[in-house]
């Protein structure tokens, strides 16, 4: 059974910082490509950053020199460092490990709340 786990998330004030771990189990971590999601409310989800297995990085133009994705395949974990967040961060914010046109998995979600 394949299960990605979100943790991390919580309330922020603006400017602050903060990191998300997504853990993996069930899938042989190493070979997905891995992404971050975020859905605010009545808006669509987007993508907010990906990395490849090879390490190439992706993001979305809103959170470039703010956010950075990184993998730990030893630990089967991705994460989400965040910094100099603002009101606009806020939102569901999902992984996702996939292999493009196989498969593809998601985590449960976890909110994380800019505000002051």
């Known amino acids: 059974q394949v299960q990605l786990v979100e943790s991390g998330g919580g309330l922020v004030q603006p400017g602050g910082s903060l990191t998300l771990s997504c853990a993996a189990s069930g899938i042989a971590f190493h070979n997905y490509r891995l992404a971050w999601y975020r859905q605010a409310p009545a808006n669509q989800r987007e993508l907010v950053a990906s990395i490849t297995r090879g390490e190439n990085k992706n993001y979305a133009d809103s959170v470039k020199g703010r956010f950075t994705i990184r993998r730990d395949n030893t630990k089967s974990t991705v994460y989400l460092q965040m910094g100099s967040l603002r009101p606009e961060d806020t939102a569901v914010y999902y992984c996702?490990?996939?292999?493009?046109?196989?498969?593809?998995?998601w985590g449960q979600g976890t909110q994380v709340t800019v505000s002051s």
């Open positions: 996702k490990a996939f292999r493009t046109g196989i498969e593809e998995y």
